[in-house]
């Protein structure tokens, strides 16, 4: 199973959107967990979640943790944490963003923001949950073919 969720291969693309996606949910984690760039912080963004948000305190800590990004910088488990996000933004769109549109609200004009960066996580975490880590990641390392070998003869002797 472990073996599954680590396997990838060498793409430099994939790293790219990993690295991309990671550091973008980092930020978001960041404003969630330690209040940095302008967030509440991991007491007032559960308060939010759970009083104003009526969501659940376990669904309300899954999603702050979900955001953190590293698992995605570093490459390690990617697919777990792909899949994180994937389902915090299908949350996201189906709670909140749907009500908006498509379309952010860039003019100020809108009660709210519309869903078209959710659709492009959600396609960059599908992309990631299918094709793994990519090269330069925690992932890889563990699925490399010299690491196999190195295992294959450990069991052998």
């Given at each position: 199973?472990?073996r599954?969720?680590?396997?990838?291969?060498?793409?430099?693309?994939?790293?790219?959107?990993?690295?991309?996606?990671?550091?973008?949910?980092?930020?978001?984690?960041?404003?969630k967990?330690?209040?940095?760039?302008?967030?509440?912080?991991?007491t007032?963004?559960?308060?939010?979640?759970t009083?104003?948000?009526?969501?659940?305190a376990l669904?309300?800590?899954?999603?702050?943790?979900?955001?953190?990004?590293?698992?995605?910088i570093?490459g390690?488990?990617?697919?777990?944490?792909?899949?994180?996000?994937?389902?915090?933004?299908?949350v996201?769109?189906?709670?909140?963003?749907?009500?908006?549109g498509?379309?952010?609200?860039?003019?100020?004009?809108?009660?709210?923001?519309?869903?078209?960066?959710h659709?492009?996580?959600l396609?960059?975490?599908?992309?990631?949950?299918?094709?793994?880590?990519?090269?330069?990641?925690v992932?890889?390392?563990?699925s490399?073919?010299?690491?196999?070998?190195?295992k294959?003869?450990?069991q052998?002797?």
């Amino acid at each position: 199973m472990i073996r599954k969720l680590v396997d990838t291969d060498n793409d430099i693309a994939t790293t790219i959107l990993r690295l991309v996606l990671g550091v973008i949910f980092f930020a978001h984690g960041a404003q969630k967990t330690l209040g940095w760039f302008g967030g509440y912080g991991f007491t007032g963004t559960m308060g939010f979640f759970t009083g104003a948000m009526r969501i659940p305190a376990l669904f309300a800590f899954l999603a702050i943790v979900a955001e953190g990004g590293l698992g995605l910088i570093f490459g390690l488990l990617t697919r777990v944490a792909a899949f994180g996000i994937f389902c915090d933004m299908a949350v996201a769109v189906a709670l909140i963003h749907h009500n908006f549109g498509l379309f952010m609200n860039w003019a100020g004009t809108q009660k709210g923001e519309g869903y078209e960066y959710h659709l492009l996580v959600l396609a960059i975490a599908a992309f990631l949950m299918i094709r793994g880590a990519g090269a330069a990641s925690v992932d890889r390392l563990l699925s490399s073919p010299a690491n196999n070998r190195i295992k294959t003869r450990l069991q052998a002797a």
